[in-house]
């Protein structure tokens, strides 16, 4: 009973809190999503807790994601069998259940806004190595997202985010200008986090940034200071530190009234080894009791976001069809590079482990 | 000249008769058809009777099913090879073409309102191993039906149509009901048929059944005494008699004008190993004569059987991940997994008596 | 840096001439194009010359194609590396790019209103084998086409065009006639063409030669006589004289003003072993200044020309189920026969010289 992918040579870690959707998604019926190579199925339980199980019903192989929630159980959609939130079925109709193979079952957290997997072992997941996201539970921030499916491997969207002079190509006509490329780049390792970063002063803010400094209640045509600050941590997060400010507040560490400022929230969660769920969205702490500024910027992110996907897939295309074609490592790919150091090390780890994949609980 | 796909393993036995197709399909133009690998085109020759021929012009490779119909003979729409009903070309602008290399025929038959095809060895073809269908020549009774293409084994069509407690949950708003469950179910073998049948009493008819009480002509909330006998035959054919009687009046033994009774008529023809024609319909045994109520019953079996689909072709796709894992056979599975033991012995009888892919005529 | 496909067996010389494009194709952005297995990307450079390099950004594998033009250099619009016209990128923001791999540049042409590509060895490419068109520098002669995408092998349309008995059956309501059919194809080597022709006389003419008639200010009912003279060469060019002269002057030798003459022009580049692209058109000697009627033309021709489309198509794929089954070889087939066997000397020609893939010029 082996998982479907998760062959060794994954290239993601497995042991790790990945996000698996937003509770929206699993507000009305149960949600089957292909998480790290493994096929689940998300519903909530009657205590109203998440539960995140193999999507395969053990009597003839349907999906139970096509089926329906009764009392916090699932039933499968086919003959009726309904499955536990452990992975053991817990009745059928004129059925003893009790020899029944068991499904997997993966452990789950909500907290954040998100829900969060983790597709390796159990017995190593730690609700203490989730990612603290403190400005999620402060109601001095507010916070608006969105999701992609994307047809590329994961790491391809953390080099696009670790390595913001694309902006000035893909963007242009939103967040891009001409002196992000001009504007020096460093990365560095800052704990367990890669940070790569950029300050241009005394600039004219894009139309992004216009509209944002609109919504602060700070005028558009101001001459800002602009910084952008992200920071990989694993799995597969990239929190953006954006903003601008009137030019000679100090930037970054300008008050509050000074600067429209801002994180870019990107969970990436693989799906395949050439595909992703890309969650994305924008955490503000200015104007935050205002909904429709917070529609209007989740709008314009979308938007943004959404001219990353030709490219990106496209490079995939290219990238499989030259496999042994080296590719450039420049110093503004240094965020991505070392990301990607990261990645390796937490896979080598895991292998070094012995963490092969994990047998059903059955 | 081999057969495409018809290898040794093939999971269906070769040499019976299928359903290839309804006469309408092959009024106008030829008809390009996949059956148990074979790809066929069917026309009706000069004396009417029905022609089924590889696909495959001798030629340079055209479709014949591209072509068209004159004087009973397949003309080559690409160069106007004339193709004879026994698979040998007759004319060719132009050309001599006695030299030509001949093209596999198919035994076939047209009887009940179906043209049938017997894909194997033609030597063996034998009419009257053609499946009974004593209602389709009877005045006292009356068919309507349809035609779906579905991606899954043939198989997957037949444990469907076998164990009906799929009723109560993929067709919960038509035929479905709690008491299919709770039903004691039965299997055994008639003859070479295997029989799987339930007897729900005292209950009150589902929506589809009111319909069909409406229709004949009886109260549609009277308390009923309902039945299910599932019929499968050899290759893949399976009938289910199916009714309610007004209680206490014999159930299924109940006299006509206390019933409404039809028999479920399947005939489940293999495209590929993973995918299926999938002929259904109805033939009943009340009010014949009217044939709105014909139209009304086969859009509303129309809507019920698509509702299956879904849920085979996701079957069948998890099952193509987890090719290792072995399925549960419940006491409701048995009439799937007898079926099957009868489709397994025929195959081995097959392959016992050296049936090799059938050379070509040629 | 080995090219994606152009393996050893590929069924298409690679030192010739191929037609990439049309000018408007490359007017506004970089066209990204597949040729002979080669992904290529296409612009103008500073001095207005056509420029073909490989569509893969040395820096993460971007497609070139997804860029801009600036200043006569493509752009990368990932992050902006400018790539110099003969592979070698010029420029990068902030980075030094003098160290950086090169790309396959591919030797190109402009001329005769098409771009033409060498998708071979660079050092073999000489301006001195293009085909000569001389109706297209010609005042005399007025052109218009199109293009085509079609998924089959391109020698399946080198047959097709080889032998035009198929008009009868695929363009029966347009070009074909049944005089076609019964006129005898004689097939000749005419020193490096392949030439096949057929002559019809006292015939009336189809549709498409009436409005020809009409066209060239002729009676359209008038009796003629019809003329397809099919010329292939190297590498996979097909020209076809054809035409309708008024009864008696002479048929293909007929003074200008009986007759409505043209060319077929047939320019078919390989884009994989089972796809090209088919640039068609017809060049025409009678009412050149018609502009009106080149497109009346055009779109009458781009009409029969769709008609090929599904007949190649389904061809290819009965095909590629029966790779061993052998066609037949008939005398209408001898242009295409013949025409193949052209096709195989030259890429054992080249093969005989050791044309391995070309390396890149890094």
């Known amino acids: 009973m082996a998982p479907e992918t998760a062959a060794k040579a994954a290239p ?5 809190w990945y996000v698996a959707c937003t509770p ?18 998300f519903h909530r339980g009657k205590a109203g807790q998440v539960v995140a199980l193999e999507d395969f019903c053990p009597h003839r192989g349907a999906p139970l994601s096509l089926g329906f929630v009764r009392d916090g159980e699932l039933v499968c959609g086919y003959h009726g069998l309904t499955m536990g939130c452990e992975g053991r ?6 059925q003893r259940v009790a020899g029944f193979p068991a499904i997997r079952s993966f452990p789950v957290l909500e907290r954040y806004g998100f829900v969060w997997v983790w597709p390796g072992e159990a017995e190593l997941a730690d609700p ?11 109601p001095d921030w507010a916070y608006g997202g969105g999701l992609y499916h ?13 390595d913001l002079t694309h902006e000035t190509y893909v963007h242009a006509g939103s967040i891009g200008q001409k002196e992000i490329d001009e504007a020096p780049v460093t990365t560095r390792l800052d704990g367990d986090e890669v ?37 990989f941590s694993l799995p597969s997060h990239v929190m953006i530190e954006v903003g601008v400010a009137l030019e000679g507040h100090g930037g970054h560490a300008a008050p509050p009234d000074k600067k429209a400022a801002s994180v ?28 429709a500024l917070t529609d209007t910027i989740r709008e314009g992110q979308g938007k943004i976001f959404s001219e990353d996907l030709e490219m990106l897939e496209q490079q995939q295309q290219n990238l499989l069809r030259h496999p042994d074609r080296r590719l450039l490592k420049l110093n ?20 070094a482990l012995g963490a092969a994949p994990v047998p059903a609980q059955a």
């Open 24 to 41: 929206d998604e699993i507000a009305d019926k149960p949600l089957g999503r292909r998480i790290c190579g493994e096929r689940m199925v």
């Open 89 to 94: 079925a817990t009745a059928m109709p004129g």
């Open 12 to 16: 993601w870690p497995r042991n790790a």
């Open 128 to 138: 203490a190595k989730l990612h603290p996201l403190p400005w999620a539970e402060s």
């Open 264 to 291: 870019v929230v990107d969970f990436i969660t693989p799906e395949t080894e050439t595909s992703h769920w890309y969650f994305w969205g924008m955490a503000r702490s200015f104007a935050v009791a205002d909904a």
């Open 195 to 231: 940070v790569t970063s950029r300050f241009m002063e005394k600039i004219s803010a894009p139309p992004f940034w216009r509209m944002a400094l609109r919504g602060a209640g700070l005028p558009e045509d101001a001459v800002v200071d602009r910084w952008q600050i992200c920071r």
């Open 332 to 351: 503004i790919d240094a965020g991505g590079v070392r990301s990607r150091m990261l990645i390796d090390k937490a896979i080598a780890a895991e292998q």
């Open 150 to 162: 994307i047809a590329c491997d994961y790491r391809l969207m953390v080099d696009n985010l670790m």
